[in-house]
């Protein structure tokens, strides 16, 4: 089984049963390829990190940056050697999501697909680092 098709992580539930969850949030293959090469090139950062600010006509926009340390109440998810840190603010709002990234001759972006997410408006939220 590889690595990439593993969608859990495990917490205590108790002294010595173990649950298994679904990870917050999952990477593409094509998203964790671009965050490794973005990471090569800035040896002091250890991932990227979520979050979510006020903006836009849903109320909420994703955010995506850098990050050195893992924050207090972050969330960590580590999938295929790629770490992502949740920012607290954004847990709940980016449970179930898929970060994508895609590339034509015009643009490059990174894409957030939430299956829970009953509207947005235009074609969603996607940037570049």
Same mark, same amino acid.
Do not use: W
């Given at each position: 089984?590889?690595?990439?098709?593993?969608?859990?992580?495990?917490?205590?539930?108790?002294?010595?049963?173990?649950? !298994?969850?679904?990870?917050?949030?999952?990477?593409? !293959?094509?998203?964790?390829?671009?965050?490794?090469?973005?990471?090569?090139?800035? !040896?002091?950062?250890?991932?990227?990190?979520?979050?979510?600010?006020?903006?836009?006509?849903?109320?909420?926009?994703?955010?995506?940056?850098?990050?050195?340390?893992?924050?207090?109440?972050?969330?960590?998810?580590?999938?295929?050697?790629?770490?992502?840190?949740?920012?607290?603010?954004?847990?709940?709002?980016?449970?179930?999501?898929?970060?994508?990234?895609?590339?034509?001759?015009?643009?490059?972006?990174?894409?957030?697909?939430?299956?829970?997410?009953?509207?947005?408006?235009?074609?969603?939220?996607?940037?570049?680092?």
């Amino acid at each position: 089984m590889s690595a990439s098709l593993v969608r859990a992580t495990v917490r205590a539930v108790s002294k010595r049963k173990l649950q !298994p969850t679904r990870a917050a949030l999952t990477l593409t !293959p094509a998203a964790v390829n671009k965050i490794k090469q973005l990471l090569k090139d800035k !040896p002091e950062h250890v991932g990227v990190k979520v979050g979510v600010r006020t903006r836009g006509c849903n109320g909420l926009s994703y955010t995506l940056e850098y990050t050195k340390t893992k924050g207090d109440s972050d969330e960590e998810v580590i999938q295929d050697g790629v770490r992502v840190f949740i920012e607290k603010k954004a847990q709940l709002t980016l449970l179930g999501t898929e970060i994508n990234y895609a590339e034509d001759k015009l643009s490059s972006e990174f894409l957030f697909r939430n299956s829970s997410i009953k509207g947005t408006c235009g074609r969603g939220e996607s940037f570049t680092i």
